[in-house]
């Protein structure tokens, strides 16, 4: 059974820059493309960056592209989140999500399969 813990959430201020984190356990991480989303209240989960499993290719939604880094540290079976000058429309909770589907590249929403429990961010203005 893959497990899937989000961390890094919090409350932070309009510019301010966050580092989520996911851990990742139960198999071997690196046959896992990597993913976050995020739902805001009142709105459907939206999928924010992907990352492959060599973690060569990564994708951005493009509310978040060029201020936002996904990486994945492989010897810490760890994927995280960097986004900077947050703005009050990035308060959501935040998933992390594994896709073991999609081998090559950044899986499509349909393709994840295994899904964290998420973390809030709340972004003040």
């Known amino acids: 059974q893959v497990q899937l813990v989000e961390s890094g959430g919090g409350l932070v201020q309009a510019g301010d820059s966050l580092r989520l984190s996911c851990a990742v356990s139960g198999r071997t991480f690196s046959t896992y493309a990597m993913g976050w989303f995020r739902q805001a209240p009142g709105k459907e989960r939206e999928f924010v960056a992907g990352?492959?499993?060599?973690?060569?290719?990564?994708s951005y939604a493009d509310s978040v592209k060029g201020r936002s880094t996904i990486s994945r540290g492989n010897a810490k079976n760890t994927v995280y989140l960097q986004i900077d000058s947050l703005k009050p429309e990035d308060t959501a909770v935040y998933y992390c999500?594994?896709?073991?589907?999609?081998?090559?590249?950044?899986?499509?929403?349909?393709?994840?399969?295994?899904w964290g429990q998420g973390t809030q961010v709340t972004v003040s203005s």
């Open positions: 990352i492959s499993r060599s973690g060569n290719i990564t």
């Open positions: 999500a594994a896709s073991s589907i999609r081998r090559f590249g950044v899986p499509r929403p349909h393709e994840y399969d295994y």
